[in-house]
Each structure stands twice: as structure tokens, then as C-alpha cells.
């Protein structure tokens, strides 16, 4: 099934409060798993018993890229974002793997710590793959799958992902990411919304401003470029595998309810994607967002909680 503009979600605008003011971004806690030391947001539900959603971003974010939809999705589920291995607040992972699969060991690790199996899961860009290897390989632990603009391995180059395989190149990466890191935060931050929004005067300055801290604090840490590099090159071998855990051949194996989210406006995931996704998930919807890019629950969180109140709050 494929759908185009679900349409805004009942109730207040989820970009912020009665007053129109973005809603505030949430705090952040450090937890200490036997195996790794994780910082995620946490948005409890409105009440008891709610289940549980976990939420992952992609290449570079960090949990503030869930800020508007964690608050949209609080009536219905027990909420946490999580900083994968050496991004926003998380020290790099002890065993070094900062592939897909690797990330999604701590993602499992981190689910058996909260309790709150199975969860709802949700994932943007690099995120989303590592959703996927979550939902396939541990399909126990994941009550639904949300994926947002995920990459996956397709044959289309985009103008916004043309020159990723450069930067992945050893030597050359360091590099450019290096000489990228002697930019101002905040001309960094506008510069990744500019690559990644639709419209990019729709982010609020609080947005802005919250995003910009967390990166000039991040620029103290020795980690930060080494992490991005490591992250790339696992993420782009993984679309080299032609083994039996490529991903389109992880998606045959996921079971739970799916919902794929793609931004017409995306200038690094082509939203012509979308016709492979119900040939390989069992159980698929895919929605088009016309007027979005490649951050969907940033740009247009109304339209991503409406969606997933219509396809995935009942798994």
C-alpha cells in the first residue's frame, strides 16, 4: 500500500506549546549498561502502562533529532531517544563497531535494560538501518518498525549523496572532516539543515541554537570526526554485501508491522525507493511525504505522528 499526505494529526500543533513557542528539548541522562555507557532522552508517557518507543537517528544526529515527535507521541508510548556509540553524548562503543550491526548490538543491550520489550521502533537515515537490523535479527524485542527516510542500498546517486563515497575514502575522509570541523557550529548546523530540509526556514532558532551547543560541546571530544568516519564506511559496506544478511534480504526477514516514510523533497534518500519496500517487507505501508526532505519527524513531525497513529499504534 502506498499513501501520499495522511494528513495533520488531531490536536495542537506538535512543533510546540499553545503559544506557539517549540517545546523544550529533553533531558538527558547517561546509563551504564554492563557492555557500553549510552546518554538517551526520555519522554515518559501521559500515563502508566503505556508501551514503549525507541527512537534512533541517523549519520551525525544525535536523540535531538526527536524532540518535536517524541512530544506528539507522548499520550501513546513510553518514550527514549538514544545517542548511538560516539555520537551526540555516548562514548564510541568498546569493541570498536560502529557498522550497522554494530549499532544495533547496542540498541539490543539497551531494550533488555529499559524492560520494556517489545518496543516500537524508529529510525531515520543510518538509524533506519540500524532499525532494520534490529527488527530482522531480533524480531522479539520490536512491536513495530518505523522507518524515515532509511538508507538502504539503491543504484540512484542524489545530488546529496554523491559525495559520500569520497569522504568514506581512507586518508581523504580525515581530512575533509577535519578541515570541515574548523567551521563555526552554528554555520555547521545551518549547513546540515540547508542538506537536509525541504524548507530550512522552517526550523525554529531554539532549534537551531539547542543543535549548535550540542555541537561545539561535541568538538571537545577527541572521537567526534573518527566516529562519523567509522559509522560512513560501516554504513556503505553494508550496501556492498551480497551476502545472505544484505540489507533488502534483512527486510524479507522482518515480521512486524512496517511503516516507511519518505520525503518527495529528499536530496540524499530518492523517495523512488519506495516501490522496493513493499516487494521485500511482508507487512508494508509506505507514505510520501510531497513537501518534505530527509528529516521528516524534524521537519513535519505532524505528519509522522499522524502516520503512525494510523498504521502503527495498534501493533
Known sequence: MTAIDPGPAAGADVHGDVAGRPLPALPREELRLPTRTLTVRHAPGDRPGLPGALYVHGLGGSSLNWTDLMHALQPQVDGWAVDLGGFGYSPPPRDGDMTPAGHARSVVDLI??????????????????????????????????????????????????????????????????????????????????????????????????????????????????????????????????????????????????????????????????AHRVTKHFRNAHVVVLPDSGHVSQMEHPEFVAAAWDRFCASA
Open 112 to 273: 533488555h535494560h529499559l524492560g520494556l520489550a517489545p518496543m516500537h521502533v524508529l529510525g531515520n537515515s543510518m538509524g533506519g538501518a540500524v532499525a532494520l537490523q534490529l527488527a530482522a535479527r531480533h524480531p522479539e524485542l520490536v512491536r513495530s518498525l518505523t522507518l524515515i527516510s532509511p538508507a538502504l542500498p539503491s543504484l540512484t546517486i542524489t545530488r546529496g549523496n554523491v559525495h559520500l563515497p569520497v569522504i568514506a575514502v581512507p586518508g581523504v575522509g580525515e581530512k575533509l572532516v577535519a578541515k570541515f570541523m574548523e567551521v563555526d557550529a552554528t554555520a555547521r548546523v545551518r549547513g546540515t539543515i540547508d542538506a537536509t530540509y525541504a524548507d530550512p526556514s522552517r526550523v525554529a532558532p531554539e532549534r537551531l541554537e539547542e543543535a549548535a551547543r550540542e555541537v561545539s560541546e561535541r568538538d571537545r571530544l577527541p572521537y567526534a570526526g573518527d566516529a562519523f568516519l567509522r559509522s560512513l564506511r560501516g554504513l556503505l559496506r553494508s550496501y556492498a554485501d551480497r551476502g545472505p544478511d544484505r540489507p533488502w534480504r534483512l527486510a524479507e526477514r522482518v515480521t512486524c508491522p512496517t511503516l516507511v516514510i519518505y520525503g518527495r523533497k529528499d536530496p540524499l534518500v530518492d523517495s523512488r525507493t
